[in-house]
């Protein structure tokens, strides 16, 4: 994979596109960001074949078909995908069906696409796999692209980022490499997210949140997650709930349940957030960006909750805490109802 990184650099998006020799891309966003898919348009010129602008949270599956139906059409020979996870996630389900690539131009924080994981949403069920073919051929990062990101968006999927990293730092594969890379991604991005919320037309800070999510999104790629991202994906996949937001609540329960369990990862996120209990922090950070005070305000019930510990329970997998239904059960309970973090 090609990165290109800084102020201004999106103007090089034809230059990626010939080093691959693309020429008839399709131009991948989302409802709402017309301007987006515009921009890219107009630097591509000549290599556009046609536009898909209905990205959707989640990646629906019916979204993907009618997405590859456009590109068949369009005998397309790539797609470039710009915007935040959603139209990532699109981009990345065209070319597993496709096998054509796709170049990507990130505007949130969610480090989609340094992953070569896909995921598809139908029935009410979210898939998710890993498959080489869909990780991007070039990411460009522009900061300059990020600086109007309201201000919430910017702070819960910066929030996403951190949880990527928190995850990958106890993952039983972790290693030296990739808690490196966790540690200071989630120093950068708590570092700038602060700033963000406050003034999110600051370049120094863009550069350095997007470095992070850089960072934090290779970690993702990289390591096996554990508790935490299966239960986003539940909640996400089944109940709907908003990825970034969902993942900004949970976090600081997950974080107070498994750090203790992890003590050299609970060392490292101490030194990337400056502070002695990282769980409390995150929270604190959550209530900064904006993100609702539990998953019952997101509209989780408890009656919800059943089906969400029959879906945790049904596959065994990594935790660096073993998982008692009863712990868990609480876990959810506390977060469902917004109960201070211990
Ligand atoms: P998102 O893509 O839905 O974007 C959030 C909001 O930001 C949207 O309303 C969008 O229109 C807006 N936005 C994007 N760019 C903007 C800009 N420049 N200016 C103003 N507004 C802008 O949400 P997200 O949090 O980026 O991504 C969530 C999705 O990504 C989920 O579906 C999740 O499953 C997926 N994801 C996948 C991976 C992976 O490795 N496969 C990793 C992380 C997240």
């Not at 991202?229 to 900004?248: M, N, Q, R, V, Y």
Request: net charge neutral; with cysteine.
């Amino acid at each position: 994979m090609r990165v290109v990184f800084g102020a201004g650099r999106v103007a090089e998006l034809p230059a990626e596109a010939d080093r691959f020799g693309l020429d008839r891309l399709v131009v991948v966003g989302t409802p709402g960001r017309a301007e987006d898919v515009k921009l890219v348009s107009t630097l591509l010129g000549r290599r556009v074949a046609g536009h898909f602008e209905d990205a959707r949270m989640h990646v629906p599956a019916s979204v993907v078909r009618a997405a590859c139906e456009e590109v068949g059409r369009l005998g397309a020979d790539g797609c470039v995908a710009i915007g935040g996870g959603s139209v990532i996630g699109l981009g990345k389900a065209v070319a597993r069906r496709t096998g054509l690539p796709v170049i990507v131009v990130p505007t949130t924080y969610s480090g989609s696409e340094m992953t070569p994981i896909w995921g598809i949403t139908e029935d009410g069920r979210k898939r998710t796999g890993r498959d080489i073919g869909v990780l991007p051929r070039s990411v460009v990062y522009d900061p300059e692209l990020t600086r109007r990101l309201p201000p919430r968006v910017s702070g819960l999927s910066g929030l996403n980022a951190i949880a990527h990293a928190m995850e990958a730092l106890y993952a039983p594969d972790a290693s030296p490499v990739t808690s490196l890379m966790a540690e200071e991604g989630t120093r950068a991005l708590a570092t700038a997210l602060p700033i963000l919320i406050d003034e999110p037309g600051d370049l120094p800070a863009r550069t350095l949140a997007l470095r992070g999510s850089w960072l934090c999104g290779l970690c993702l790629g990289q390591t096996t997650m554990s508790l935490h991202h299966k239960l986003c994906h539940i909640l996400g996949g089944t109940f709907d709930l908003p990825h970034a937001e969902t993942h900004s609540i949970l976090m600081p329960y997950v974080a107070a349940f498994n750090l203790p369990a992890a003590p050299a990862a609970d060392a490292a996120m101490s030194r990337a957030l400056g502070v002695a209990a990282p769980a409390s922090e995150l929270a604190r950070l959550g209530a900064l960006a904006g993100a609702a005070p539990s998953l019952g305000e997101l509209g989780l019930a408890e009656s919800d909750l059943d089906e969400v510990m029959r879906q945790v329970f049904s596959q065994p997998y990594a935790n660096p805490r073993r998982l008692w239904p009863d712990e868990v059960r609480g876990l959810l309970l506390a977060a469902l109802r917004g109960t201070p973090v211990q």
